[in-house]
């Protein structure tokens, strides 16, 4: 045979050998122009994709940047006002302010009444915030004011983008399927439950005070996909991994088993969202409780590992620190410090 042809097929062919050669010659031209051609289509393709995902990662980054620029001008905005109200009941005068500062100071019974407000769940008393925020310190090594203080800072981000429905905000391919699923264990109507509006680039779709996108929380609230037995996609499994079947697992639920509880962990409340938050946190290297350790696992909770050091992210790490350190300063008195 001759590349598909006998010699029988050449003997009886009108045409003579030479003139089948060159035919032949001609065809295996064509086969390797076209070899060639699909190499560099998939060249190209692959060129292009790189591409996309480049411009994609920065249309991302520039939403975020967006982001920490809206609540630096609402941090501003609050400092402005609290300064005017200082000079307004002082007058300028220092004897006055420090007078002010000493009358002012918070008892403790009003410090636990305050209500702690928490995104897209109903606000609790700061006494009970803490209570749940100390029992996740114990359990992950997070200080109980780190994770307020994050918590703080994600109500903050809900006020300035609101709040979304499943469907429209969250990413289809990978968090519906896994969304619908954790609200059927928990027996939620999915289109009833808040989630993050999405930005004007990328996706939104997170859930509860502590912001975990449905992906995310699978490895913390107890899911596994049945397939893989797992929660996170293997090498090579693309977006597939994420349509399931999935499947709830209790043993396998890292909250539930800190918070003691006796029902599927769930983002939208309080006592379960705080410890997870602390786990998180606590998986970027917050447990190190040292302020730079603390103040970088803020960052990668906000932008991821990647980003996590470009500076211009920095105002979302330093208003961690910052609402950290006035929560610490109330705990202290309350312990009596």
């Not at 994709?49 to 967006?66: D, G």
């Not at 107890?222 to 999935?246: D, E, H, L």
């Not at 006796?262 to 040292?290: E, H």
Request: proline residues 4%; neutral net charge; charged residues 20%.
């Amino acid at each position: 045979m001759l590349d598909g042809y006998s010699v029988v097929s050449i003997a009886l062919g009108s045409r003579g050998v030479s003139e089948f050669f060159r035919d032949l010659d001609a065809f295996a031209s064509i086969k390797n122009s076209l070899a060639n051609s699909f190499s560099q289509i998939q060249q190209t393709s692959a060129s292009t994709e790189a591409e996309k995902e480049t411009l994609q990662a920065r249309l991302a980054e520039q939403e975020q940047l967006r982001t920490v620029a809206q609540l630096a001008k609402q941090q501003v905005q609050a400092q402005e006002k609290e300064k005017q109200q200082l000079l307004t009941q002082t007058k300028g005068i220092e004897a006055n302010y420090q007078k002010l500062i000493a009358t002012s100071q918070k008892t403790a019974a009003q410090i636990r009444s305050e209500l702690f407000t928490l995104r897209d769940s109903a606000a609790i008393p700061f006494g009970t915030a803490l209570t749940y925020a100390q029992a996740a310190e114990r359990a992950t090594g997070t200080r109980a004011a780190i994770t307020l203080g994050v918590l703080k800072q994600e109500t903050n981000l809900g006020e300035n983008l609101g709040s979304g429905t499943w469907r429209i905000d969250m990413a289809p391919n990978r968090d519906q399927p896994v969304f619908e699923y954790i609200t059927k264990v928990l027996g939620f109507d999915p289109d009833t439950m808040p989630v993050s509006k999405k930005p004007s680039y990328g996706w939104g779709g997170a859930m509860g005070p502590g912001q975990f996108i449905p992906s995310t929380w699978v490895c913390y609230g107890g899911f596994i996909n049945t397939k893989t037995n797992g929660c996170t996609p293997p090498s090579g499994a693309g977006i597939s991994f994420w349509q399931g079947p999935w499947r709830y697992v209790a043993n396998k639920d890292r909250v539930r088993k800190l918070t003691g509880g006796s029902s599927p962990s769930n983002p939208w409340n309080a006592k379960d969202a705080i410890m997870a938050t602390a786990m998180l946190m606590a998986d970027n290297g917050a447990a190190a409780q040292t302020p730079q350790a603390e103040r970088l696992a803020a960052l990668r909770y906000f932008a991821g590992w990647t980003h996590a050091k470009n500076p211009a992210y920095s105002f979302y790490g330093d208003g961690v620190m910052e609402f950290a350190a006035a929560f610490q300063r109330d705990i202290d008195q309350l312990a009596g410090l």
